[in-house]
């Protein structure tokens, strides 16, 4: 499983890196300063996972992010991004919210914490609606199956679903 780190900054980077190893999550991590390299990374190679860093000298890791989207094999690929306080919330906020992102960290990183949201993200399973037409819901060891077709809406209360 290849996580692929874009972050510039030396001593950020080696710190993920040896933390992200000591986990044995992943058989293969790469790392890139710029997003052309990690471009070219995620083009040689299939990876699982995406750690960036949104503060880059030469643009932006949003900018990686939206380029990665665009091919179908990286669509719903795990993104962490990592970002300054400095950044503006409205940015932040409309990244997040356009799902190129699925988790996204504030500078200074707590190691520990980035370990946590790898590992919750590892666990999950991510199915595409073409793979998977009906919603399940299990009640009381019972599963419930709904076509997605016939979904308007819907809103959980307390632990109680309602389609």
Do not use: A
């Given at each position: 499983?290849?996580?692929l780190i874009l972050v510039e900054e030396d001593d950020l980077r080696e710190s993920i890196k040896g933390f992200i190893?000591?986990?044995n999550l992943f058989n293969q991590i790469h790392e890139a300063v710029t997003i052309e390299e990690a471009l070219n990374i995620s083009n040689e190679?299939?990876?699982d996972m995406f750690?960036?860093?949104?503060s880059l000298s030469v643009g932006k890791g949003?900018?990686?992010?939206?380029e990665i989207r665009k091919n179908d094999d990286y669509r719903f690929t795990w993104a962490i991004?990592?970002?300054?306080?400095?950044?503006?919330?409205?940015?932040i906020l409309?990244?997040?919210?356009a799902s190129i992102c699925n988790r996204f960290i504030l500078k200074p990183v707590?190691?520990?914490?980035?370990?946590?949201?790898?590992?919750?993200?590892?666990s999950k399973k991510v199915v595409d609606a073409s793979e998977e037409n009906r919603l399940r819901i299990n009640r009381k060891s019972m599963d419930y199956f709904f076509d997605h077709d016939d979904i308007i809406f819907i809103e959980t209360v307390e632990k109680m679903a309602y389609i």
């Open positions: 499983m290849p996580l190893k000591s986990l190679h299939v990876i750690i960036i860093d949104m949003s900018g990686f992010i939206e991004v990592l970002g300054d306080r400095e950044e503006e919330c409205s940015e409309d990244f997040y919210n707590e190691i520990l914490n980035l370990g946590d949201i790898v590992s919750e993200l590892l």
